[in-house]
């Protein structure tokens, strides 16, 4: 279903508005509505949102991970194969690239569960399996991997658009305002949208959303990334401080970290070093043309960590926000932990440790990373 209400008209109640249609916003409309609940999505595509300027990375094996985190991150990455299927109905070629290869001569002892636990590899092994690389130690964490992330976030807009009880509205919101029986949303064009709770998952733009009970403290993290236009890899590759993720005909080459607020412009020097970094991790892309050059905004936190679950003076209002650099990986399972506590139904995933008030002590609407 794709709909929405003539111009600055007041469209009927829903059970549940999501404010954001990207990917997580998206894949929680689509378990609601897998649930019977009817749900309107708000949003608009804006430049440099991170779903779609992402390069698909599912890697928990090679983050810094504390063990009160680790289940929900390897949890997610576990429901991504089903989650996958669910969407090949509406794109065939959308598929999994599993096994992440990060080359280093030293591999840090990190945890990972038994099914996943990293393999150590030497140079001639790491030759063999993929060759441009050269021969060099490594480490292969096999669960780990990478999804093209905008054919997903294509995929989920169809399937939103076909699901029994959802409806997307290519509008953004601008404004929520609460009574004692639900929330009513006003977007940016002056519709009027009403609904017993409201989902906030609205990426970087989340904390400008008006009518919050408190200052969200989510702020955009810029990441300039390249495209070269070869493929000479079979998974996805990290090492000294870049990765490369085989995309169709190109690689995408990722990524810088900067504090620039909203800006999205690509400079010439964070491309150049972007481009000899991948050349010297994979020496055959010395060849190949720059495609083109782009820069997303990460949703970030304080910790780096996402807010989920409902607002403790307002639980009206649920978050799902602030993923940080791991948003595509952690859709399914953000998408299965907001679904069950709005329904009541039951889930294994745990939120008490993303909470929004763990951040209680924290200045309003910083830019502190």
């Known amino acids: 279903m794709s709909s929405g209400p003539a111009t600055g008209a007041r469209a009927p109640a829903s059970d549940v508005i999501v404010i954001g249609d ?22 608009a595509s804006r430049p440099g949102s991170a779903s779609g300027a992402a390069a698909g990375l599912l890697t928990p094996s090679t983050g810094r991970l504390s063990a009160s985190v680790r289940p929900f991150y390897y949890g997610s990455l576990a429901r991504f194969p089903a989650y996958v299927a669910a969407l090949q109905e509406f794109d ?22 038994p099914h996943a636990a990293p393999v150590a590899l030497s140079p001639s092994e790491v030759a063999e399996l993929e060759p441009s690389l050269g021969a060099r130690a490594a480490v292969l964490h ?15 807009r169809v399937a939103a658009r076909n699901q ?12 929520i305002s609460w009574s004692r029986t639900g929330a009513e949303v006003q977007t940016e064009a002056g519709d009027q949208f009403s609904a017993a709770t409201v989902v906030l998952a609205a990426g970087a733009w989340s ?12 702020v955009p993290l810029k990441g300039q990334m390249v495209a070269l236009r070869a493929s000479p890899l079979s998974r996805p590759v990290m090492g000294a401080g870049v990765y490369l993720v085989p995309r169709g005909r190109e690689t995408a080459v990722g990524a810088t970290t900067e504090r620039a607020g909203f800006d999205i412009a690509t400079d010439s020097r964070a491309v150049a070093t972007l481009r000899a970094a991948a050349i010297d991790l994979c020496p055959p892309l010395a060849d190949a043309p720059l495609d083109r050059a782009w820069a997303g905004l990460r949703p970030a936190t304080p910790d780096m960590l996402p807010i989920l679950g409902p607002d ?58």
């Open 22 to 43: 990207g990917v997580i916003g998206l894949s929680v409309a689509l378990e609601f509505g897998r649930r019977g609940a009817t749900c309107r999505v708000l949003g």
């Open 312 to 369: 403790p003076d307002q639980p009206g209002l649920v978050y799902a926000c602030g993923h940080s650099k791991n948003g595509i990986l952690l859709a399914p399972a953000t998408a299965e932990l907001i679904a069950c506590l709005v329904t009541g139904e039951p889930t294994d995933l745990e939120n008490h440790q993303f909470g929004i008030d763990r951040f209680a002590a924290e200045p309003a609407a910083t830019d502190t990373l």
């Open 92 to 113: 065939r070629e959308l598929r999994l690239l599993e096994g992440l290869i990060e080359v280093t001569d030293t591999p840090e002892q990190r945890f990972a569960p």
């Open 164 to 175: 029994s009880g959802v409806a997307v509205a290519d509008r953004p919101a601008r404004r």
């Open 142 to 156: 096999p669960r780990d991997g990478a999804i093209d992330n905008v054919r997903l976030l294509a995929a989920l």
């Open 207 to 218: 904390g400008a959303i008006e009518g919050l009970p408190r200052a969200l403290p989510v």
